[in-house]
């Protein structure tokens, strides 16, 4: 359940997010702050396996070249 006081920014983020990723697209915090303005990634990937669960969303963790590791969202096609 969505307990954000700002629902409709965070569904509009949520379908935005999903289509991005629907097609192709692959994503991270950082990437889903530049382009939707979303600060919470996992958060709003999780509205998307609730209100998606046929879906099969995908999380790797990539190392960026400082050695930080980050979550990558995306769709998988098997």
Request: proline share 4%.
């Amino acid at each position: 359940m969505n307990d954000n006081p700002n629902v409709e920014k965070t569904e509009s983020q949520a379908k935005r997010i999903f289509k991005f990723m629907k097609e192709g697209g692959i994503i991270t915090d950082l990437e889903a702050l530049k382009m939707f303005d979303c600060r919470r990634l996992a958060s709003r990937i999780c509205d998307i396996r609730n209100t998606h669960p046929e879906e099969n969303i995908r999380k790797k963790m990539i190392k960026l070249p400082s050695g930080k590791y980050v979550a990558q969202y995306f769709i998988s096609q098997n």
